[in-house]
């Protein structure tokens, strides 16, 4: 008689390996934006407290430390850096908030909706200039480059899409444009920035570069399939949000596309505005779903993060490499 074989369940991935694996460092860097979010205007750390106390993954600074750990740097300079890394991060949340005019974010109301858009603007202003002064102290030239170079594009990436909004017409490919711009860019920064610290090889920057530019293309593609995704948990802002703004995501890109000429009228009139009720949301996702476009648009998230997972090839295999790894296929499998 042949033996059983025994299938044991598959492990999610986590983002336990690379939290782990940062943990120390991470709060070296909590102890910087703590420190540089203060004011004698006491409006201000209190407006910067509500968005960085609200609960994020702090995705990007622990990019930029994790990328330390795997080039082996011994040093303290990334901490500040990735410091500054969330400070541009959470000033692009504030603005954004406020050209959007999000209520919520990670289920509390946001600093617009609290404090009001003239101080959340300001208080953003507040935050990027603390990046910058924390990028003058490293005194690289380098990173002040890549960095300052990463703030400008993740802005010409949101003025992009301020003007592909509500517009029926915009392809796939703007759209990935668009999301390499306003998210990917940092991702890259950050990642690119341990290795200049640890004066590594133009090749090993190219590939942490490389890795943290597709990981963003793959967080953002999920972050939009959420958005019509019933399945999933709560998300960092309101469920339905895009659809509101008009905004031409991947998965509504795909439903335009696969849709007959009614569905098409249909997502016409969405995007232009005319169809932002609950049950528009409704009908909207029902179509989303009935062309697969969640499943797709996942689909390429995998072959992002598979190319952000290629790119440490280049590195001996250890356990920030594992880590890093992992967290590529987290940013796929999550659902919030």
């Keep these: 008689m042949s033996a059983q074989v025994v299938e044991f369940p598959r492990k999610e991935p986590s983002l336990a390996p690379i939290l782990s694996l940062t943990a120390t460092a991470m709060n070296s860097v909590n102890s910087v934006i703590l420190d540089r979010m203060q004011s004698e205007i006491p409006l201000i750390p209190a407006l910067a407290g509500h ?3 609200g609960g994020g993954k702090r995705m990007r600074p622990m990019l930029t430390l994790a990328g330390a750990e795997l080039v082996g740097y011994g040093g303290t300079r990334h901490h500040r850096l990735a410091a500054a890394v969330e400070f541009i991060h959470t000033a692009t949340l504030l603005h954004d908030d406020v050209v959007d005019g999000s209520e919520t974010r990670r289920g509390k109301e946001t600093a617009n909706i609290v404090f009001g858009n003239p101080a959340t603007v300001l208080v953003g202003d507040f935050l990027f200039s603390r990046a910058f002064e924390l990028m003058v102290e490293d005194g690289s030239l ?6 300052s170079g990463a703030s400008a594009i993740i802005a010409q990436g949101e ?9 029926i017409e915009t392809s796939e490919e703007r759209y990935l444009s668009i999301i390499g711009r306003k998210t990917a860019a940092l991702f890259a920064a950050a990642s690119r920035i341990s290795a200049v610290v640890a004066e590594c090889s133009e090749e090993e920057e190219e590939a942490l570069d490389a890795y943290g530019r597709n990981l963003g293309i793959a967080f953002q ?6 958005d019509y995704d019933t399945g999933t948990a709560e998300m960092g ?4 949000d895009d659809f509101r703004e008009g905004k031409m995501t991947l998965p509504v890109i795909l439903a335009y596309a696969r849709g007959d000429a009614e569905e098409r ?3 016409q009139d969405a995007i232009a505005g005319f ?25 390429r998230a995998r072959h992002y993060a598979q190319r952000a997972c ?5 590195f001996p295999e250890n356990k920030a490499r594992a880590a890093m790894v992992e967290a590529a296929q987290f940013a796929v499998s999550r659902g919030y």
Excluded: M, P
Aim: glycine share 2%; net charge negative.
């Design 265 to 267: 009228l249909f997502w």
């Design 275 to 299: 169809r932002i009720e609950d049950e528009d949301l409704e009908h909207a996702t029902r179509l989303i779903q009935r062309h697969d476009a969640i499943a797709a648009t996942r689909e």
């Design 51 to 53: 968005l960085i106390s």
């Design 221 to 226: 593609l999920v972050d939009d399939a959420i």
């Design 310 to 314: 290629d790119a440490l090839s280049i």
């Design 142 to 147: 380098k990173v002040l480059k890549i960095l």
């Design 159 to 167: 003025v992009d899409q301020l003007v592909a909004q509500r517009r």
């Design 237 to 240: 802002k309101d469920k339905g």
